[in-house]
């Protein structure tokens, strides 16, 4: 990449952040980040869940079909 595609990129980036941030409002920046955090709390209790069962569904078949 070379420097003006890259100057380009950063100055679009950097426009685009300073329209936004004055019409993000504080309580509405706490929600967002609260639901983020529940939101990530949540993925990681169900993936951990899902792992859970998975195995158990793997040993239980693997049992099953295992005449000994």
Same mark, same amino acid.
């Not at 003006?4 to 990129?9: G, H, Q």
């Not at 426009?15 to 941030?21: D, I, L, N, S």
């Not at 920046?29 to 990530?40: D, F, P, Q, R, Y």
């Not at 993925?43 to 000994?68: C, E």
């Given at each position: 990449?070379?420097?003006?595609?890259?100057?380009?990129?950063?100055?679009t980036?950097?426009?685009?952040?300073?329209?936004?941030?004055?019409?993000?409002? &504080?309580?509405t920046?706490?929600?967002?980040?609260?639901?983020?955090?529940?939101?990530?709390?949540v993925?990681?209790?169900?993936?951990?869940?899902?792992?859970?069962?998975?195995? &158990?569904?793997?040993?239980?078949?693997?049992?099953?079909?295992?005449?000994?």
């Open positions: 990449m070379n420097t003006s595609t890259a100057s380009l990129k950063l100055g980036l950097g426009g685009t952040v300073a329209a936004a941030v004055p019409s993000i409002q &504080r309580d920046l706490l929600e967002a980040v609260v639901l983020a955090g529940v939101g990530a709390c993925s990681f209790v169900v993936s951990l869940f899902l792992k859970w069962l998975f195995q &158990r569904l793997k040993t239980w078949f693997l049992n099953r079909s295992n005449p000994n």
